[in-house]
């Protein structure tokens, strides 16, 4: 059976293809030369504006119990609930930190991307981060306690809880406050 073309439905077609894909293109460009026009404090503030400011709960950090799990992964247990509390401020994140005998890990929220997340980094002797690498493998578990999985690690030489903000002079990151940590 032979199938008869209808040209205008076919220029509808075309033309709406077309439309779509310009639409997608413009909004490309836009959004990759958009920070490179305006500073970046000023898009962060158009995009976040009008956000949830999260919600806190000094419990969710308070730490009752911690080790290495029988699934070979760091945890720690906390008074509250694990993972309630995403950040009020701007410029700020929350973490669980983990330090092992194969590296140190984070669990964080942060105010850009609440959703909590890890991480594998390094902190100096005054709790700044060093070094991060978001790429190392590791991820993050919440339910009734925080857990690092594939870590690798068989000790847990210490944990952590704390705030972390950006110094927005030199852009480094450190603990604001540690609600509370614990060597093994």
């Given at each position: 059976?032979?199938?008869?073309?209808?040209?205008?439905e076919?220029?509808?077609?075309?033309?709406?293809?077309?439309?779509?894909?310009?639409?997608?293109?413009?909004?490309?460009?836009?959004?990759?030369?958009i920070?490179?026009?305006?500073?970046?404090?000023?898009?962060?503030?158009?995009v976040?504006a009008?956000?949830?400011?999260?919600?806190?709960?000094?419990?969710?950090?308070?730490?009752?119990?911690?080790?290495?799990?029988?699934?070979?992964?760091?945890?720690?247990?906390?008074?509250?609930?694990?993972?309630?509390?995403?950040?009020?401020?701007?410029?700020?994140?929350?973490?669980?930190?983990?330090?092992?005998?194969?590296?140190?890990?984070?669990?964080?929220?942060?105010?850009?991307?609440?959703?909590?997340?890890a991480?594998?980094?390094?902190?100096?002797?005054?709790?700044?981060?060093?070094?991060?690498?978001m790429?190392?493998?590791?991820?993050?578990?919440?339910?009734?306690?925080?857990?690092?999985?594939?870590?690798n690690?068989?000790?847990?030489?210490?944990v952590?809880?704390?705030?972390?903000g950006?110094?927005?002079?030199?852009?480094?990151?450190?603990?604001?406050?540690?609600?509370?940590?614990?060597?093994?």
């Amino acid at each position: 059976m032979r199938r008869t073309i209808n040209h205008k439905e076919l220029f509808k077609c075309v033309n709406r293809c077309a439309v779509i894909a310009i639409a997608l293109f413009f909004m490309y460009v836009f959004l990759n030369t958009i920070p490179q026009l305006v500073p970046a404090t000023n898009v962060r503030n158009i995009v976040f504006a009008g956000g949830s400011k999260g919600h806190f709960n000094e419990d969710d950090f308070k730490i009752k119990k911690f080790g290495i799990g029988t699934d070979g992964n760091p945890f720690l247990t906390v008074e509250g609930k694990a993972g309630e509390s995403i950040p009020q401020k701007e410029d700020t994140g929350l973490a669980y930190v983990f330090v092992t005998n194969n590296g140190t890990y984070a669990a964080t929220s942060d105010w850009m991307y609440t959703k909590w997340h890890a991480h594998e980094l390094k902190l100096d002797e005054k709790n700044c981060v060093k070094s991060m690498n978001m790429n190392s493998g590791v991820g993050v578990e919440m339910g009734d306690d925080v857990k690092i999985t594939n870590a690798n690690a068989t000790k847990l030489k210490n944990v952590m809880t704390a705030e972390f903000g950006i110094d927005n002079k030199d852009g480094s990151i450190c603990a604001n406050q540690v609600f509370d940590s614990a060597p093994k």
